[in-house]
């Protein structure tokens, strides 16, 4: 099995090729940083996909001016190349800017989605999962800009060989239309050629013995192969350049690809000798959006994926699921028989009519009167001072033959007959239509509906005739090179703008709060904001959260911010104020209640537990419960005392504190004290008016009833900031405890449920996974689905990786003596969470993959599999928050990484505990060494951990 890297985070590239005029514009129309470079190919160049490749790595590295060979330049970083330039003849509409950046809708069940996103937004989260989890020395990784590839399931590992194929099965008359990889049925990962676009009697052919796949487009290359692509394009090795200035024409999908397997098409002895391998994708989707109908019947597909009302916010019922508006403003009424429609970019008056089966996309503000015929699309291209291209098209033209020729299509019919029906001059030349001068350029003032409707219906009108003999017009090829994207880009963004304001003001039915709101707050000001409606906090809590966290980014103000907390915290503490109780003295004078509770590590899917997201999503963690130097290192004591009050005690602390009426309970948000917890414990058991069945006036009154009074001694035998759920885990030992003591006879849900409700009270929020990992014993993996209800399902996983002296024996749990407080790191995910910040989305679902992995991986009792998910946990967390490490915690990872197949911080990182996998026990010896002998800290120590079998005990004197 190939070994992942452990670092917490990888530097990545992304090198796109763009139309010629795309690319020194990608920063137009797409907010990058500096590790995205774009480039097009040479004027006038026909390259192919391994041409295309090799000129993007060669363009990259001439950028850099690194000064190192292109051999050394290659292997340093992690690439993701997409190539997305190219006429697109079939997709008139994104020609300019290419296929990668065509505007993708949001989606009606998908969460943190952006309003502007493009497609290479969706292409790129698996792309980069890919390049995350792949061999170290595989780090080149080629997309193609049409293709989108889903999966839900992103627990494949990827094998180490010099080519990387990746593969989704499909029907065969899908597969009939692309590459195709054919495998051995008994090792499937195993290439025995690959075939390009292969008939139908090929592919019957093949399915008699084999199993085949359709080539997704994403192809993982080691250096060794790029070396090979490089060559193969002209790359002169020696003096590092083109033998002819650029590559030489290569298709890396059909020559390349023809050579690679164990019983190739083409002999090719050194392509022959690359190992390959084929990584079907486990229930992966393959969308094209390579033509103007697929733009509309992929979007379709993805959008139908969820079908489950239960997960759609947005519900608003379209005349038909096929109609995607997006950055438009549409006034027109869309009627029932209406499918099949792509507006984008756009002004649609109530003057238009559509018909549908067309793409709408450039309108400007008009009032024109239209009507648009089925199948028939309308493109608008700036020129740039008021120069407008009006480029109608037929949703099927392949833009492709002669002019002259009486097969070359244009609007779904020939392109003579549009010619003869208006009385013009029928072009004799034997110029490619793509290449024709076939559009005109008017001003905005000279284009009336009248003249558009010329243009799409047949009319032999002598004026409209005239004007379009004398205008100056433009080919698609010219479109090319001249549309003035910034322009394009301005009108988009003013259109995206003013569909904020009525998503907004129609949240229950838009998509609204359920977009990146985080990114959505750069567009917005507060007038915007202003106009907008407030959700109800009562009614619908959880879009009131998005709405108030919105608000403290675009108004800059905190307490909006602290609004959205208090309401999530109102929202978890409802049902329990429900559940009143009424405590009692269930224990005799002389009895003494003992609780005793180990620690928890999350060793998958932590964060996946914390309110909102769970509440929204379900949470997913995989959990261990460990005693700490031979003991559970959480316990309470409670005794009966004759006196009408309670005591508390802490022993760890040395403090002691005495509660004589509710008043002295009230203060229990203070992190720092150290009678937080207890106090907090107390109100949630009835000690309190807002938990209790019976309304007693004071304390007092309430032990008095009771008939006695109690102290409450507990201690944490763990260092504050542990990581290791102390608090929480401490909270339900105490309730454990009180339960008992009071004749409550909770169980360990109602515990749990109660310890979540506690944390709300301390305003630290936190998720359910510390004190369910540590209350219940052993290692499981804990399950919630969406909704308030967020009591886990347990599945207990074998212990035997924790217990057998082979696999315990390469464990390590070091106290580093750094010390943090969660609260601080917590609240910032948390914010994230509430404003559907896209990337902490994606993480966090990516965060809930890994947790089935990782219970998957123990239960084959695979050691070496779970030293490598413990390293993805680690890759995972510093990815979601960058605090999670730092340079002391660095310094001791530093130290030990070469003997380590994983480590990790347990809970929300900064310090506390690292939880550290030996690759075996002689490595593992060496690194106890190491941190034996050089403490970054005095009190930083290895502790021994051990499987509790017990969980969370209550026993009585």
Not at 23 to 49: I, Y
Not at 288 to 310: A, C, P, W, Y
């Amino acid at each position: 099995m190939a070994t992942i890297d452990k670092r917490s985070s990888v530097h990545m590239k992304y090198l796109l090729s763009l139309p010629e005029q795309a690319a020194p514009h990608l920063r137009t129309f797409k907010a990058v940083d500096n590790s995205w470079q774009a480039f097009s190919d040479p004027p006038d160049s026909r390259l192919g996909s391994g041409g295309g490749t090799a000129w993007l790595l060669y363009r990259s590295q001439t950028r850099e001016d690194s000064g190192i060979s292109f051999e050394k330049w290659l292997a340093k970083d992690q690439r993701i190349l997409v190539h997305a330039g190219g006429l697109s003849r079939r997709l008139p509409s994104y020609s300019a800017v290419g296929k990668s950046m065509i505007p993708i809708p949001v989606f009606r069940w998908a969460r943190g989605q952006q309003i502007d996103q493009t497609l290479i937004d969706l292409q790129l989260p698996l792309a980069e999962k890919i390049l995350q989890t792949a061999p170290s020395l595989l780090h080149t990784l080629i997309l193609s800009g049409d293709a989108l590839v889903t999966t839900a399931n992103l627990g494949f590992s990827i094998p180490e060989a010099d080519v990387v194929l990746f593969a989704v099965s499909a029907d065969p008359s899908v597969a009939m239309n692309h590459g195709v990889f054919v495998c051995d049925p008994e090792e499937p990962g195993h290439l025995k050629r690959m075939l390009q676009k292969p008939s139908r009697e090929a592919l019957q052919q093949v399915a008699m013995e084999d199993l085949f796949f359709i080539d997704t487009g994403m192809w993982l290359l080691g250096d060794k192969a790029v070396s090979l692509v490089m060559e193969k394009s002209g790359w002169d090795r020696m003096n590092q350049k083109f033998d002819l200035g650029i590559p030489n024409f290569h298709d890396l999908y059909g020559t390349f690809g023809a050579c690679l397997g164990s019983n190739p098409s083409v002999v090719d002895s050194a392509l022959n000798e690359l190992s390959v391998a084929v990584v079907p994708i486990p229930d992966g989707e393959f969308h094209h959006f390579g033509t103007s109908r697929e733009i509309i019947l992929s979007s379709l597909t993805l959008q139908n994926k969820v079908l489950d009302q239960r997960l759609i916010w947005a519900r608003n019922i379209k005349p038909h699921p096929s109609i995607f508006t997006q950055n438009a403003i549409i006034e027109c009424k869309f009627e029932d028989t209406l499918q099949y429609c792509w507006i984008e970019n756009a002004h649609i008056p109530v003057t238009w009519t559509l018909h549908g089966n067309q793409v709408i996309t450039g309108i400007p503000e008009n009032g024109w009167t239209v009507d648009i015929p089925e199948g028939i699309c309308l493109d608008f291209v700036p020129l740039g001072k008021d120069q407008w291209v009006i480029r109608p098209y037929g949703i099927d033209d392949p833009f492709r033959g002669g002019v002259s020729s009486d097969e070359s299509v244009w609007m779904n019919r020939p392109l003579n007959r549009w010619f003869e029906e208006r009385g013009l001059h029928l072009p004799s030349e034997h110029t490619d239509i793509q290449d024709y001068a076939l559009f005109p350029v008017l001003s905005l003032k000279e284009i009336d509906g009248d003249f558009i409707q010329w243009m799409i219906s047949a009319s032999n009108n002598e004026q409209y005739r005239s004007l379009y003999e004398r205008c100056t017009k433009i080919s698609a090829s010219g479109l090319l090179v001249d549309t003035d994207l910034r322009q394009l880009s301005r009108q988009r963004t003013s259109f995206r703008k003013r569909n904020y304001l009525h998503l907004g003001k129609n949240y229950r039915r838009s998509v609204f709060y359920q977009i990146d709101l985080r990114h959505a707050a750069q567009e917005m000001d507060s007038s915007l904001l202003e106009s907008i409606p407030r959700p109800d906090s009562i009614e619908t809590p959880l879009l009131a959260m998005h709405d108030s966290m919105l608000r403290s980014l675009v108004f800059r103000d905190k307490t909006y911010e602290k609004e959205a907390f208090s309401i999530l915290q109102e929202h978890i503490l409802s049902p329990v104020r429900k559940r009143k109780v009424l405590p009692s003295c269930n224990v005799y004078p002389d009895q003494i209640v003992w609780s005793r509770s180990p620690v928890r590590i999350d060793l998958a899917g932590g964060w996946t537990d914390t309110p909102p997201h769970s509440l929204l999503n379900g949470g997913d963690v995989v959990t261990v419960a460990l005693e700490l130097n031979g003991q559970p290192p959480l316990q309470a004591y409670i005794r009966p005392i004759p006196e009408r009050r309670i005591t508390l005690r802490s022993i760890d602390q040395g403090s002691e504190l005495t509660v004589r009426d509710f008043k002295d309970l009230l203060v229990h948000d203070d992190l720092g004290s150290g009678f937080s917890i207890p106090k907090a414990a107390l109100c949630l058991t009835g000690f309190h008016p807002d938990f209790c069945s019976i309304p007693y006036s004071s304390l007092a009154k309430q032990l008095d009833d009771i008939g006695s009074g109690f102290e409450l001694t507990f201690f944490s035998a763990v260092p504050r900031g542990s990581g290791m759920g102390t608090s929480s885990v401490l909270s339900a030992t105490i309730l454990g405890a009180l339960s008992d003591f009071c004749g409550l006879g909770w169980d360990l849900y109602e515990i749990g449920d109660r310890s979540l409700a506690l944390e709300q009270l301390l305003t630290s929020g936190g998720g359910w996974q510390d004190q369910y990992g540590g209350i219940f014993p052993g290692l499981k993996h804990l399950h919630t689905e969406r909704g308030i209800n967020q009591r886990p399902n347990v599945k207990w996983l074998p212990g035997t990786l924790f217990t057998d002296a082979e696999y315990k024996d390469c464990m390590v749990l070091y106290y580093t003596g750094i010390t943090r407080v969660a609260k601080n790191l917590l609240g910032e995910i948390v914010k994230g969470m509430f404003l559907n910040d896209a990337n902490d989305a994606l993480i966090l679902d990516e965060m809930k993959q890994h947790a089935f992995h990782t219970a998957e991986v123990i239960q084959q009792h695979d050691f070496q599999g779970f030293g490598q998910a413990i390293a993805r946990t680690w890759q995972l967390k510093n990815r979601l928050d960058k605090d999670t490490n730092n340079t002391d915690i660095q310094q001791i990872i530093d130290m030990i990484d070469e003997f380590a197949s994983g480590y990790v911080l347990p809970g929300a990182g900064g310090g506390g505990f690292l939880y550290i996998i030996g690759k075996d026990v002689s490595s593992t010896n060496t690194i106890r060494s190491i941190l034996r002998e050089n403490r970054t800290r005095p009190n930083a120590r290895i502790v021994d951990l051990k499987l509790s079998t017990d969980g969370m005990k209550v026993t009585r004197s």
